[in-house]
């Protein structure tokens, strides 16, 4: 009598073992081509419109969409009081989604179309948000007297301290919006605090010609 013996065919487990091996090098593959910043899903943004700045929108509406539309290549629509932004086929970098929110924002915080555009231009720029109360709690008279304070005859003070920081600054009822480099953006907020907390607007000027002529000596 002879003994059978069942061999196996061909060792079944290595062939698994090289067929996962292949489909995981087949993967890797694919998810290096999609680390770059080739798009392969159209990404949207949506940001809501401030009641007070719809009228302004509409009015500038082409001149705001322009840079995003030419040079970030994304697409861009006004939904009733929305903003909507995604990308598309022709976008080469996925960054572009978020230039274009922070451009548009900063033109719904209340800056000008030529400021916002800085942001897209400019790389380490920013702005810093905050209120009147954060610094000082102060109300009725002694609130709009702040303002008064901050401002200047004619916006005086407010445009000293945009040109002696390099930064631009809008005040929004209590709301005080800075946009510049993170130093510069420090160096005007000081100065405006300063003026909340009650120091006169002269001391300030004195200040503000120190520090430009320190900024000029530097470049």
């Given at each position: 009598t002879k003994q059978t013996s069942n061999k196996p065919n061909k060792h079944p487990t290595h062939q698994t073992n090289a067929m996962t091996k292949i489909k995981n090098k087949?993967?890797?593959?694919?998810?290096?081509?999609?680390?770059?910043?080739?798009?392969?899903?159209?990404?949207?943004?949506?940001?809501?419109?401030?009641?007070?700045?719809?009228?302004?929108?509409?009015?500038?509406?082409?001149?705001?969409?322009?840079?995003i539309v030419t040079h970030l290549k994304l697409e861009?629509?006004?939904?009733?009081?929305?903003?909507?932004?995604?990308?598309c086929k022709l976008t080469e970098d996925k960054n572009n989604?978020?230039?274009?929110?922070?451009?548009i924002?900063?033109?719904?915080?209340?800056f000008c179309i030529e400021d916002s555009l800085a942001l897209?231009?400019?790389?380490?720029?920013?702005?810093?948000?905050?209120?009147?109360?954060?610094?000082?709690?102060?109300?009725?008279?002694?609130?709009s007297r702040c303002i008064g304070r901050i401002c200047g005859s004619n916006g005086a003070t407010k445009f000293a301290i945009e040109n002696a920081t390099k930064t631009r600054i809008v005040i929004a009822g209590?709301?005080?919006?800075?946009?510049?480099?993170?130093?510069?953006?420090?160096?005007?907020?000081?100065?405006?605090?300063?003026?909340?907390?009650?120091?006169?607007?002269?001391?300030?000027?004195?200040?503000?010609n120190t520090l430009a002529k320190r900024l000029k000596e530097r470049f």
């Amino acid at each position: 009598t002879k003994q059978t013996s069942n061999k196996p065919n061909k060792h079944p487990t290595h062939q698994t073992n090289a067929m996962t091996k292949i489909k995981n090098k087949l993967i890797l593959k694919k998810n290096k081509i999609n680390d770059n910043n080739i798009i392969t899903k159209n990404e949207i943004r949506i940001l809501t419109i401030p009641k007070h700045r719809l009228s302004s929108i509409k009015k500038n509406w082409f001149e705001l969409i322009k840079p995003i539309v030419t040079h970030l290549k994304l697409e861009i629509r006004m939904n009733k009081d929305k903003v909507e932004v995604r990308t598309c086929k022709l976008t080469e970098d996925k960054n572009n989604l978020q230039k274009a929110s922070d451009y548009i924002k900063a033109y719904l915080l209340g800056f000008c179309i030529e400021d916002s555009l800085a942001l897209l231009r400019i790389e380490d720029l920013y702005i810093e948000s905050f209120e009147i109360k954060d610094v000082k709690i102060l109300k009725g008279d002694h609130l709009s007297r702040c303002i008064g304070r901050i401002c200047g005859s004619n916006g005086a003070t407010k445009f000293a301290i945009e040109n002696a920081t390099k930064t631009r600054i809008v005040i929004a009822g209590t709301k005080i919006h800075i946009l510049g480099s993170f130093n510069n953006i420090k160096m005007a907020r000081h100065s405006i605090c300063s003026l909340i907390i009650g120091s006169t607007q002269g001391k300030i000027f004195n200040k503000l010609n120190t520090l430009a002529k320190r900024l000029k000596e530097r470049f």
